[in-house]
């Protein structure tokens, strides 16, 4: 058996690696050989992937776990470094270091001729290393350090091409905003030790410790900071995973070069919120109303991008609207304990939106830039192979029966039926952003594939299809987009592998979960029709609004507007709430506090100079005859004191 | 026959002796610091012997603190030395007596 650490230590020596290659040749004006650094990129998350693949094919069921050494070692907080590998863990690695490879292998065709070529892959390794220490740790500890190194290295992809403004701005927004998840999950971790101590913050010894206070009935006096901590811990996913109120960021994030988009802000990265609520599941089913809340904000947010995904004109955004839509469904089913089914859908969803993304890259990248729709069209018959990419992905995330999508989507769509009385609601707003999402899929797929051309001439004399080491790992997650979904389909009795991979993690929290509820026999065919009418519906709706000329683009490709007020309602929010309170406390602190500080400073200094100006009259005029007589005091005073004991 | 804790004083107090002497008689201001410098060392070699008198545990600590005095005096004589160069430049004079234009 192969040791754990070897997972995230294969991608960090690709750091390293990719780090002395950019380093050493930052003087050259050619920058280092592509061959060899693409192979280097390639390799070590490929090798990671394998040791992935000989770790899960010999796994027992209840995981296995790998401590290396003590982290932090105080009176106050004891903290291993520990990695738990179970069933949870390794199919997020699996397709961590999966598609990570795959989208590697793209970037070497997709980062062709860029001078930054070995900084853009160390990046990438640097990725996959925080990703795997996130997914692998088994403390919320060293889960932190991989969420930190993630946003990290969102930030350093984002603002990749710095040397463009807007791009560095979208890449502070998504840190600064990361950063304020980020203290609610430090606050959420601080919650935990003031009930128990640092111990409650591994998983393992959480788990044990919520089962012991549950059998001994104590639980319900840490229940208001268990309450709280999970309330915390979810503010923390609302930041990475873009959920309301935290989700700006993430349109911005497309400032990145697209398989970042892909990778980061599609696949993997985006999804670790969903990770962390499955795995404290045990922790949430015993905090109802908190699950409420969850259910809630992934209802609002995917409603809320389905319809922002309708004006985006840039190609990338849409698709960025999408992954916040899908990234509400996982918050929703987590919302009503299904945690096994939310991290399906983030599985099947990592296929097809890397395939969607890659797509749009290719797309991009024929067109030398050009991201906005309107200066697309007819790309059908010049990127045959691209096309079908993205229709497969197309048709995986709509939910077209058998595809990855669908599967997923279904379970979510069937569990909110049952999950209580606000069951029906809730699965009614669920199916209506369902056709929504194929409303404005439809429109990104007619806009980019079909009608005629309609961008620049020169762009139309070099339109070509992908090269090879960018059309494979497209073709290889457009199989994966059609086929994962029978990893578990509903549909078919006995294809429930991937609810029984999961259900030594979660299944002891969703069956208390459904404790006490009578679910609501329905034969899942009923949803499954639906489902298929919902995306059926919104395809013949994309089609008879979408299929007609589209008028000419003028100026830049935000959405204006109804549109505009609606995309942006949340920059205005954040706008009102953090941004211009805190312009309003600088303001004060520059210019009242720093004013008063700055006056007193100057009294003080005039005490002082007037003061010396008296003193300076003592002086005598001899220096040595001074410190004789500072000496003769001395003496003095300690004579006194021997005489009188210090009784003076 | 073992080192006497007085005798040890005795060469302290003959060190603070010659130490301020030198401070005191001396016009040129480098010999002046030295006078200083070897009054301060008195006096930490003073601390060590009263150490000694003391049982094991509490003397160890006695003959630590002195390291750490004659690291803040190494500090502090880089300052006065910097201070007197930046004097001798203003006033190009090693007497001490010189300075004493800070009255008025």
């Given at each position: 058996?192969?040791?754990?650490?070897?997972?995230?230590?294969?991608?960090?020596?690709?750091?390293?690696?990719?780090?002395?290659?950019?380093?050493?040749?930052?003087?050259?004006?050619?920058?280092?050989?592509?061959?060899?650094?693409?192979?280097?990129?390639?390799?070590?998350?490929?090798?990671?992937?394998?040791?992935?693949?000989?770790?899960?094919?010999?796994?027992?069921?209840?995981?296995?776990?790998?401590?290396?050494?003590?982290?932090?070692?105080?009176?106050?907080?004891?903290?291993?470094?520990?990695?738990?590998?179970?069933?949870?863990?390794?199919?997020?690695?699996?397709?961590?270091?999966?598609?990570?490879?795959?989208?590697?292998?793209?970037?070497?065709?997709?980062?062709?001729?860029?001078?930054?070529?070995?900084?853009?892959?160390?990046?990438?390794?640097?990725?996959?290393?925080?990703?795997?220490?996130?997914?692998?740790?088994?403390?919320?500890?060293?889960?932190?350090?991989?969420?930190?190194?993630?946003?990290?290295?969102?930030?350093?992809?984002?603002?990749?091409?710095?040397?463009?403004?807007?791009?560095?701005?979208?890449?502070?927004?998504?840190?600064?905003?990361?950063?304020?998840?980020?203290?609610?999950?430090?606050?959420?971790?601080?919650?935990?030790?003031?009930?128990?101590?640092?111990?409650?913050?591994?998983?393992?010894?959480?788990?044990?410790?919520?089962?012991?206070?549950?059998?001994?009935?104590?639980?319900?006096?840490?229940?208001?900071?268990?309450?709280?901590?999970?309330?915390?811990?979810?503010?923390?996913?609302?930041?990475?995973?873009?959920?309301?109120?935290?989700?700006?960021?993430?349109?911005?994030?497309?400032?990145?070069?697209?398989?970042?988009?892909?990778?980061?802000?599609?696949?993997?990265?985006?999804?670790?919120?969903?990770?962390?609520?499955?795995?404290?599941?045990?922790?949430?089913?015993?905090?109802?109303?908190?699950?409420?809340?969850?259910?809630?904000?992934?209802?609002?947010?995917?409603?809320?991008?389905?319809?922002?995904?309708?004006?985006?004109?840039?190609?990338?955004?849409?698709?960025?609207?999408?992954?916040?839509?899908?990234?509400?469904?996982?918050?929703?089913?987590?919302?009503?304990?299904?945690?096994?089914?939310?991290?399906?859908?983030?599985?099947?969803?990592?296929?097809?939106?890397?395939?969607?993304?890659?797509?749009?890259?290719?797309?991009?990248?024929?067109?030398?830039?050009?991201?906005?729709?309107?200066?697309?069209?007819?790309?059908?018959?010049?990127?045959?192979?691209?096309?079908?990419?993205?229709?497969?992905?197309?048709?995986?995330?709509?939910?077209?029966?058998?595809?990855?999508?669908?599967?997923?989507?279904?379970?979510?769509?069937?569990?909110?039926?049952?999950?209580?009385?606000?069951?029906?609601?809730?699965?009614?707003?669920?199916?209506?952003?369902?056709?929504?999402?194929?409303?404005?899929?439809?429109?990104?797929?007619?806009?980019?594939?079909?009608?005629?051309?309609?961008?620049?001439?020169?762009?139309?004399?070099?339109?070509?299809?992908?090269?090879?080491?960018?059309?494979?790992?497209?073709?290889?997650?457009?199989?994966?987009?059609?086929?994962?979904?029978?990893?578990?389909?509903?549909?078919?009795?006995?294809?429930?592998?991937?609810?029984?991979?999961?259900?030594?993690?979660?299944?002891?929290?969703?069956?208390?979960?459904?404790?006490?509820?009578?679910?609501?026999?329905?034969?899942?065919?009923?949803?499954?029709?639906?489902?298929?009418?919902?995306?059926?519906?919104?395809?013949?709706?994309?089609?008879?609004?979408?299929?007609?000329?589209?008028?000419?683009?003028?100026?830049?490709?935000?959405?204006?507007?109804?549109?505009?007020?609606?995309?942006?309602?949340?920059?205005?929010?954040?706008?009102?709430?953090?941004?211009?309170?805190?312009?309003?406390?600088?303001?004060?602190?520059?210019?009242?506090?720093?004013?008063?500080?700055?006056?007193?400073?100057?009294?003080?200094?005039?005490?002082?100079?007037?003061?010396?100006?008296?003193?300076?009259?003592?002086?005598?005029?001899?220096?040595?005859?001074?410190?004789?007589?500072?000496?003769?005091?001395?003496?003095?005073i300690t004579i006194l004191v021997l005489i009188y004991g210090g009784l003076l | 026959m073992e080192l006497q804790a007085s005798y040890?004083?005795?060469?302290?107090?003959?060190?603070?002796?010659?130490?301020?002497?030198?401070?005191?008689?001396?016009?040129?201001?480098?010999?002046?610091?030295?006078?200083?410098?070897?009054?301060?060392?008195?006096?930490?070699?003073?601390?060590?012997?009263?150490?000694?008198?003391?049982?094991?545990?509490?003397?160890?600590?006695?003959?630590?603190?002195?390291?750490?005095?004659?690291?803040?005096?190494?500090?502090?004589?880089?300052?006065?030395?910097?201070?007197?160069?930046?004097?001798?430049?203003?006033?190009?004079?090693?007497?001490?007596?010189?300075?004493?234009?800070?009255?008025?």
């Open positions: 058996m192969i040791p754990l650490w070897l997972i995230p230590l294969f991608p960090l020596v690709g750091t390293i690696v990719l780090a002395i290659i950019a380093l050493s040749s930052s003087d050259s004006k050619q920058g280092p050989a592509e061959s060899i650094t693409g192979a280097v990129a390639v390799l070590f998350p490929i090798l990671s992937f394998l040791s992935v693949v000989t770790l899960s094919v010999g796994m027992p069921v209840e995981g296995i776990r790998g401590t290396i050494g003590t982290w932090i070692d105080t009176a106050a907080i004891q903290v291993n470094i520990g990695f738990l590998f179970d069933g949870l863990s390794r199919v997020m690695l699996l397709f961590i270091t999966g598609i990570g490879s795959l989208i590697a292998i793209y970037s070497v065709g997709y980062m062709h001729k860029d001078r930054s070529f070995a900084r853009f892959f160390a990046y990438i390794n640097l990725f996959l290393f925080s990703m795997t220490i996130l997914v692998l740790g088994d403390s919320l500890l060293l889960t932190f350090l991989g969420w930190e190194g993630v946003g990290l290295c969102s930030y350093l992809l984002i603002g990749f091409w710095h040397t463009d403004l807007k791009n560095t701005k979208a890449g502070n927004k998504a840190f600064i905003v990361n950063r304020v998840g980020d203290v609610g999950f430090l606050l959420g971790m601080l919650c935990l030790v003031s009930i128990g101590g640092s111990a409650l913050l591994s998983y393992d010894a959480l788990n044990a410790w919520l089962l012991n206070a549950l059998s001994l009935g104590s639980i319900s006096n840490a229940m208001p900071l268990l309450s709280l901590a999970g309330l915390l811990f979810f503010f923390g996913c609302t930041g990475k995973s873009a959920q309301i109120p935290l989700l700006t960021w993430l349109p911005d994030a497309m400032a990145g070069p697209t398989p970042v988009s892909a990778l980061i802000h599609a696949a993997t990265m985006v999804t670790s919120g969903v990770y962390l609520l499955a795995r404290l599941s045990n922790l949430f089913v015993l905090i109802p109303a908190v699950l409420n809340i969850v259910l809630f904000v992934g209802l609002l947010t995917a409603f809320w991008a389905a319809i922002a995904g309708l004006f985006q004109n840039d190609i990338k955004k849409v698709l960025a609207y999408s992954t916040i839509s899908q990234l509400g469904y996982m918050f929703m089913a987590a919302g009503v304990a299904a945690f096994d089914v939310s991290i399906f859908h983030v599985f099947t969803h990592a296929f097809f939106k890397a395939a969607l993304f890659l797509g749009a890259g290719a797309v991009i990248h024929s067109l030398t830039g050009e991201q906005d729709m309107r200066r697309m069209g007819g790309l059908l018959k010049k990127m045959p192979l691209t096309s079908l990419v993205m229709i497969f992905g197309f048709l995986a995330i709509i939910g077209f029966p058998g595809f990855a999508g669908f599967w997923s989507k279904d379970l979510i769509l069937e569990r909110l039926y049952v999950s209580g009385p606000m069951g029906p609601y809730v699965y009614a707003i669920a199916l209506l952003t369902a056709v929504i999402t194929a409303v404005y899929m439809g429109r990104l797929i007619i806009m980019t594939f079909f009608g005629k051309y309609r961008g620049s001439k020169e762009n139309e004399a070099h339109i070509h299809e992908a090269p090879a080491s960018m059309l494979i790992p497209m073709l290889l997650l457009s199989v994966g987009s059609a086929f994962a979904g029978f990893l578990w389909a509903g549909l078919i009795p006995g294809a429930e592998f991937f609810r029984e991979m999961l259900a030594p993690v979660v299944g002891a929290a969703q069956s208390y979960a459904m404790l006490g509820h009578t679910a609501a026999h329905l034969s899942p065919w009923i949803f499954a029709a639906l489902g298929t009418l919902a995306a059926i519906i919104g395809m013949l709706i994309a089609w008879y609004l979408f299929m007609r000329p589209v008028p000419e683009a003028k100026g830049g490709s935000e959405p204006q507007g109804f549109g505009a007020s609606w995309t942006f309602a949340f920059d205005k929010l954040h706008e009102y709430v953090g941004i211009i309170p805190t312009k309003v406390v600088a303001w004060l602190l520059d210019v009242v506090v720093n004013t008063i500080i700055m006056k007193a400073q100057w009294l003080t200094g005039g005490i002082i100079e007037i003061l010396g100006d008296g003193i300076r009259a003592f002086q005598v005029r001899k220096v040595r005859l001074q410190a004789a007589l500072s000496f003769i005091g001395m003496a003095l | 040890i004083q005795i060469v302290a107090l003959a060190l603070f002796t010659i130490g301020l002497a030198v401070t005191l008689t001396r016009r040129n201001v480098f010999f002046v610091l030295m006078g200083i410098e070897l009054a301060l060392n008195a006096v930490n070699l003073s601390l060590i012997g009263f150490a000694k008198t003391l049982p094991a545990a509490a003397s160890v600590a006695g003959q630590i603190l002195p390291l750490f005095t004659i690291a803040v005096a190494a500090a502090e004589a880089c300052v006065g030395l910097a201070m007197i160069i930046l004097i001798f430049k203003s006033q190009e004079s090693v007497d001490i007596d010189n300075y004493s234009n800070m009255k008025g």
